[in-house]
Each structure stands twice: as structure tokens, then as C-alpha cells.
């Protein structure tokens, strides 16, 4: 038995426990991309409007509040894909339970 013979039998792997993948529930991963999306946008809104200074014209809208705006309104999208998806995962686990 050469070197190259005791590599080959113990870097084989051992037979055990079979692995299965399932896939996740059907809106499980709209619910988490609105709900992080519902949560960041408004601070990264505020982040934004803040980076770009307080503005020249003191009778025009504000950039801090111009960002922070557009933040909320992306956040209340994302807030809106997130009841999407927790629609879908009642459908799919009603569905479950009356099957």
C-alpha cells in the first residue's frame, strides 16, 4: 500500500445521516426585505439629508428634511412588502393546516 492509496481511503467520507434541504416558506424572505428595508431607509434617509448640509436657500425645503422624507416614504414601501409577505406566509400556513 502506497501513500497515495491511504489518502484516497481516509479523505473518504464516512456514510451517516442523510442531509435534506427544505426550502423556506413562501413570503418568508419578502417579510425580512421589507422589514429591513421598512427599519433602514428612514436612517439612511436622515443620513443623506444630513451629509448634504443644511442648504443655501433658509425658504426652501431643507435637505435633512427632504431626505428624511424620501426615507420614510421608501420605509413605508418597504413596510408594504413586509405585509405582503406575512400575507403569504398565512396563506401558505393555512393551506398547511387545512391540507
Keep these: 500500500m502506497n501513500a497515495s492509496e491511504t489518502n484516497e481511503t481516509t479523505t473518504s467520507p ?3 445521516r442523510r442531509v ?3 426550502p423556506t416558506v413562501p ?3 419578502l417579510t425580512v426585505l421589507g422589514a429591513v428595508l421598512a427599519v433602514l431607509a428612514p436612517l439612511f434617509g436622515f443620513l443623506v439629508g444630513t451629509a448634504m448640509g443644511p442648504g443655501d436657500d433658509p425658504d426652501a425645503l431643507s435637505p435633512i428634511q427632504l431626505g428624511l422624507f424620501i426615507g420614510v416614504v421608501v ?3 418597504g413596510a408594504a412588502i413586509a405585509l405582503l409577505g406575512v400575507w ?3 396563506r401558505s400556513w393555512r ?5
Excluded at 393551506?95 to 391540507?99: H, L
Design 14 to 16: 464516512q456514510p451517516g
Design 95 to 99: 393551506e398547511a393546516q387545512g391540507s
Design 27 to 29: 413570503g418568508f424572505w
Design 75 to 77: 420605509g413605508g414601501c
Design 88 to 90: 403569504r406566509l398565512f
Design 20 to 22: 435534506v434541504l427544505e
